[in-house]
């Protein structure tokens, strides 16, 4: 069986249409997709400020042995163009990575094409019945609504910039069901300076993100932040708390153990290159 890897005609969601391929059989039936994204974040890891993330996806509906080729296919595609946008920035070190699921087969497809081993922490905390929070006069926090495009676009073009992992429309559209979710945007002098999401999971006030602009980081607010999302949690009646935050994170790591966050365990979530 041939397999067509070809790009879209178009840029698609803020990515460029170079980055992104998709793969047809011989009839013309759509097989799956993958992409390239890169972004430069000096915050979050430091070390390998410049990060390319790849994600692949076929379709469910085919055998295992046409499902298997295709992904080989998009896997040497988009690895190819990663490492062509590796080399667009000789002056960063970089990473490739994928895995934003805790998905062992996607896991070891990464692993097996040469990608080294990595991980997410898992982080738990209890929540003070008295815990309460107090913000800065000069703080004002406004709920984000982003439940229409023009409005989803606005916030994802935020969290891209921050986030290692590009924000997937239907992951926070199932966020958005959970009781007691948040999207919340946090202002000094009228402009954005951080923002968070959380909700109720599992018997768990879950934090999902916590972030600060660029030119409010080391001020701060980060713990602002945290105190305010804690203060919602403790009236609502829950006691614990849960996040999730990759291991080179170091400065996420070290904010959440200064709440009094433990390890629980580890996920193998992110297997990358570092180049």
Not at 82 to 103: C, H, Q, T, V
Not at 166 to 175: M, N, S, Y
Not at 225 to 249: C, D, H, Q, R, S
Request: negative net charge; charged residues 30%; aromatic residues 14%.
């Amino acid at each position: 069986m041939h397999i067509k890897v070809v790009n879209p005609k178009e840029d698609q969601y803020g990515n460029s249409k170079e980055n992104i391929f998709l793969a047809f059989n011989d009839d013309g039936e759509f097989l799956g997709s993958s992409y390239a994204y890169p972004s430069i974040n000096h915050h979050q890891t430091y070390e390998t400020p410049y990060l390319i993330f790849i994600d692949i996806n076929v379709v469910d509906s085919f055998n295992e042995s046409i499902k298997t080729v295709a992904k080989q296919e998009l896997f040497n595609k988009v690895f190819r163009r990663a490492k062509m946008l590796r080399d667009e920035r000789p002056d960063l070190m970089a990473r490739i990575y994928s895995g934003f699921e805790n998905d062992e087969e996607k896991m070891s497809f990464y692993i097996n094409n040469g990608f080294e081993k990595d991980y997410s922490i898992i982080m738990e905390a209890d929540i003070p019945s008295n815990f309460n929070c107090k913000l800065p006069d000069s703080v004002k926090v406004i709920e984000k609504k982003i439940e229409y495009d023009k409005d989803f676009i606005e916030y994802k073009n935020i969290y891209d910039d921050i986030f290692i992992t590009p924000l997937d429309r239907d992951v926070l559209e199932e966020q958005m069901k959970r009781p007691h979710f948040k999207s919340l945007s946090f202002l000094i002098d009228g402009k954005l300076a951080g923002g968070c999401t959380f909700f109720k999971k599992d018997g768990f006030g879950y934090i999902e993100t916590v972030f600060t602009t660029e030119d409010n980081r080391g001020k701060g607010l980060s713990k602002i932040i945290m105190n305010y999302i804690l203060g919602y949690f403790a009236p609502i009646g829950l006691k614990k708390t849960k996040l999730e935050v990759w291991e080179l994170n170091k400065r996420a790591v070290e904010l959440y153990k200064s709440f009094g966050y433990t390890e629980v365990r580890k996920n193998l979530m992110f297997p990358g290159i570092t180049m």
